[in-house]
């Protein structure tokens, strides 16, 4: 019994159809291999532009259609993923936030350290004995935190940028009460 269904075919460079190539993010990337394989669908790709005003206005605007035109710049902290959706590497940040625990008692809660590669566990030693305090990894709000016992806040920031290299625009403090 055959199999129902079509095999579709998906191009290598922007992952949709070939059909739809065009309207892909890259279509420049995909000509070639267009040209290559599905000569039919585009018989324009083959044929070189002639000089002349028409040249001249495709260079101009990338759209046929009219409106804005699609620019992409190809940054390093920028991902393509298939259909053309661009994924933007995030900056990690450090997120260091004050809680009051009593009337004159702090716990110093620190997120977002293992987004830099550092282990939370040898990092929690690290600051216990740094601070002199306790200090645990704690699974919080999806994440997992570093609780420090004591407002530890104004030299936690220097030891990070000390130890790690982790400079001031990574680091969002949020001071409670």
Request: aromatic content about 6%; some cysteine.
């Amino acid at each position: 019994m055959e199999a129902l269904g079509k095999r579709i075919e998906y191009c290598p460079m922007c992952g949709l159809p070939p059909e739809y190539c065009e309207f892909g993010p890259n279509f420049d990337k995909c000509k070639p291999w267009l040209i290559e394989n599905h000569p039919d669908l585009y018989p324009d790709l083959g044929k070189e532009p002639a000089e002349g005003a028409e040249g001249e206005e495709d260079k101009k605007s990338s759209s046929k259609r009219g409106g804005k035109g699609l620019v992409r710049p190809d940054n390093d902290g920028e991902k393509m993923l298939p259909g053309g959706k661009v994924k933007k590497k995030e900056k990690p940040i450090v997120h260091i936030e004050r809680v009051q625990r009593n009337k004159r008692k702090y716990v110093t809660i620190v997120m977002g350290l293992d987004k830099f590669g550092i282990k939370l566990s040898d990092a929690s030693k690290l600051f216990a004995k740094k601070f002199s305090c306790g200090a645990s990894v704690i699974k919080g709000e999806g994440e997992e935190e570093i609780d420090i016992q004591g407002d530890v806040v104004d030299d936690l920031v220097d030891y990070l940028e000390e130890k790690w290299q982790i400079n001031d625009d990574s680091i969002d403090i949020k001071l409670g009460k």
